[in-house]
């Protein structure tokens, strides 16, 4: 297996655009978390996924995120607009139940 | 509610030395705990974990740690440092083995000294 596979790994954009990062989980895996990693807050878990039914959302910080998951295989974080302060590298980590997460290599998005 | 707190955000030692990376927890319930390392540029990798069997847990690359409910501690330990050891080290809480819902401390920067 592949492992979980984030795409791209380096986003560079404007203040006010649109972001999308995306991740695949490993096959199989049930669960699905979408972390922000930044040297202030460390890693904050944004939101969650059992069976692509989104579970907990408290850690999404506003309303210009969102995080879909279409199907089992893949699942988007959207940031629209887009500021400096949501610069951070984004992880994407998968779990099946008892297996502990595997983390994909992560996001480093800067706003500029 | 559960938590971690990570005492030193940077240890060094040298290469050879013994390490010693301490975690904390703070639970409610019965907790499993896990300690991730994150290389550069890289994503966590579970070292190991606690799911309530034997207290003492063998992990990767000859880390250990021991779960101690009296102390609320589950401090990491390798006994001997490489230098391909120096990376960010996470300790995490949950209340289930399942872990669908990860609590995770704020790292501890650890760095190896010829």
């Known amino acids: 297996d592949a492992g979980v596979i984030q795409s791209p790994r380096h986003e560079v954009t404007e203040m006010g655009q649109e972001v999308t990062l995306r991740c695949k989980p490993i096959s199989g895996h049930d669960y699905l978390f979408w972390y922000r990693q930044t040297m202030m807050r460390g890693l904050e878990l944004l939101i969650y996924f059992n069976n692509n039914v989104p579970i907990d959302d408290s850690g999404m910080p506003e309303d210009r995120f969102s995080a879909k998951m279409p199907n089992a295989s893949f699942s988007t974080l959207k940031i629209q607009p887009s500021e400096p302060r949501d610069s951070a590298v984004y992880f994407c980590?998968?779990?099946?139940?008892?297996?502990?997460?595997?983390f994909g290599s992560g996001t480093r998005l800067t706003v500029v | 509610a559960q938590s971690v707190t990570q005492l030193g955000s940077h240890v060094s030692v040298s290469e050879g030395a013994l390490v010693l990376l301490r975690c904390n927890y703070s639970?409610?319930?019965?907790?499993?705990l896990f300690w991730y390392v994150q290389y550069p540029n890289q994503g966590l990798q579970l070292l190991l974990k606690?799911?309530?069997?034997?207290?003492l847990v063998k992990g990767i690359n000859g880390f250990e740690a021991e779960f101690k409910k009296s102390e609320t501690s589950f401090h990491l330990t390798k006994p001997s440092a490489h230098m391909s050891d120096a990376a960010e080290y996470f300790c995490?809480?949950?209340?289930?083995?399942?872990?669908?819902?990860?609590?995770f401390g704020t790292g501890t920067r650890l760095t190896v000294i010829p």
């Open positions: 606690y799911t309530s069997a034997a207290t």
């Open positions: 980590a998968s779990s099946l139940m008892g297996a502990g997460y595997t």
């Open positions: 995490a809480v949950s209340d289930r083995a399942g872990a669908n819902n990860l609590f």
């Open positions: 639970s409610s319930v019965p907790p499993y």
